[in-house]
C-alpha cells in the first residue's frame, strides 16, 4: 500500500554536529521527493526537493540523496545551527494519484 | 509574491455545526491540496483540486467536502462535526497538479468542543 516511514522520530544533536533522517517509500513509481521544515505555529516550509533521475541535490547546508533501487531518500543538515531546531517531513506524491504521502515527522532538536 | 493565505487563522466549534475554511493559493498556481495535521495522525491528505476539478480525495468521510474556484481559490466544508475533527488544516498550492512543489500556507486551527 502507499506509505512513507521515516527514521528517527526524535533526534538531538549539539550545534555544529550533523543531522541525518531517513525515509522509505513504497511505491516504486514515485518520483519526486520533497522535504518540507515546520516550525512552530506555522505551515510546512519546502525546503529542498530531489527528482528521481538524480542521486543527491545540495544546497548550502543541507542535502538530499536518493536510491531508487532501496527506495530510500534521507535529508543532510550540516553544521547544525539552533535555528534549525524543527519538525522536518519528507513526503513522495503517489504518482497519478493525484495525492502526497507524508511521512510522521522527525523532531529535530539543535542543542547549543 | 505572495504566500498562501488561509481565513480563519483559529475557530472554535461545537459538536454539530458545520465550518467552511478558505485558501487563497500563490499567484498564478491552479492546484490547491487540502491536509488534516493532528499529533496522532501527522499530516493527512484530504483532497487536491487542479482547475475547479477534484483529482483525488483521502480517505475521510463524506462530512469533509470541497471545492474550487475560477480564481483558483478553494474552500473546504466539514459538516456535523465531531470532537475529532479537531487538528490543523493545511492547504498547499502548485503551480500543476501531482504534489509538485507545493506551498503550505500557516493553516487553520480548528477546535471542536
Known amino acids: 500500500g502507499e506509505n512513507v516511514e521515516q527514521h528517527p522520530s526524535t533526534l538531538s544533536v549539539q550545534e555544529g554536529d550533523s543531522a541525518v533522517i531517513k525515509c522509505t517509500y513504497s511505491?516504486?513509481?514515485?518520483?519526486?521527493f520533497p522535504w518540507y521544515k515546520q516550525e512552530l505555529g506555522k505551515g510546512p516550509q519546502l525546503i529542498i526537493d530531489?527528482?528521481?533521475?538524480?542521486g543527491e541535490k545540495k544546497d548550502q547546508r543541507i542535502a538530499v540523496t536518493l536510491n531508487k533501487t532501496a527506495k530510500h531518500f534521507s535529508l543532510h543538515i550540516t553544521e547544525t545551527q539552533p535555528e534549525d531546531s524543527a519538525v522536518y517531513f519528507c513526503?513522495?506524491?503517489?504518482?497519478?494519484?493525484?495525492?502526497?504521502?507524508f511521512g510522521a515527522g522527525t523532531r529535530l532538536f539543535v542543542k547549543a | 509574491k505572495a504566500g498562501v493565505t488561509q481565513t480563519p487563522r483559529y475557530l472554535i466549534k461545537t459538536r454539530g455545526q458545520q465550518v467552511t475554511l478558505s485558501c487563497s493559493p500563490i499567484?498564478?498556481?491552479?492546484?490547491v491540496s487540502w491536509y488534516q495535521q493532528t499529533p496522532g495522525q501527522g499530516l493527512q491528505f484530504l483532497f487536491e483540486?487542479?482547475?475547479?476539478?477534484q483529482r483525488n480525495k483521502g480517505n475521510f468521510p463524506g462530512r469533509f467536502s470541497g471545492r474550487q474556484f475560477s480564481n483558483s481559490r478553494s474552500e473546504m466544508n466539514v459538516s456535523t462535526l465531531e470532537l475529532g475533527d479537531s487538528a490543523l488544516y493545511l492547504c498547499?498550492?502548485?503551480w500543476g497538479t501531482g504534489g509538485y512543489e507545493q506551498y503550505f500556507g500557516p493553516g487553520t486551527r480548528l477546535t471542536v468542543t
Open positions: 498547499a498550492s502548485s
Open positions: 511505491d516504486s513509481a514515485s518520483n519526486y
Open positions: 530531489i527528482r528521481s533521475n538524480v
Open positions: 513526503a513522495a506524491p503517489i504518482t497519478g494519484g493525484f495525492k502526497t504521502i
Open positions: 499567484s498564478g498556481h491552479r492546484s
Open positions: 483540486y487542479f482547475s475547479e476539478t
